[in-house]
């Protein structure tokens, strides 16, 4: 059973940076795709970002490209989100997903399997 373990949120003032982690556990194949997820109150959850472990692919969001980063230690077991320059739009429940038996990035809620307990991002001055 895959396990996913996010942390690292907090509140921040604007133009702050966070890093979220998610240390993951219990993957049985070799292809596997780790989202990133956020949710702010009242809307759609939607996709930050995505890494495969099999080539490295990511995807960022037209909405945190340039701001954010998403990368991985394998020796960790960990997925990172580095988020710079924060904005109150950020403020958001941010999830991490996986999914096993991938090689691409996916954007939709619906195709991952595997979901964390979320941390919480608050940007307000």
């Known amino acids: 059973q895959v396990q996913l373990v996010e942390s690292g949120g907090g509140l921040v003032q604007p133009g702050d940076s966070l890093r979220l982690s998610c240390t993951y556990s219990?993957?049985?194949?070799?292809?596997?795709?780790i989202a990133w997820f956020r949710q702010a109150p009242g809307k759609e959850r939607e996709a930050v970002s995505c890494?495969?472990?099999?080539?490295?692919?990511?995807y960022l969001s037209d909405s945190v490209k340039g701001r954010f980063t998403i990368s991985r230690d394998y020796a960790k077991n960990t997925v990172y989100l580095q988020m710079n320059a924060l904005k109150p739009e950020d403020t958001a429940d941010y999830y991490c997903a996986a999914v096993e038996g991938v090689r691409w990035v996916l954007r939709s809620q619906y195709e991952y399997d595997y979901w964390g307990q979320g941390t919480q991002v608050t940007v307000s001055s």
């Open positions: 219990g993957f049985t194949r070799e292809s596997y795709a």
């Open positions: 890494i495969v472990n099999s080539d490295g692919s990511t």
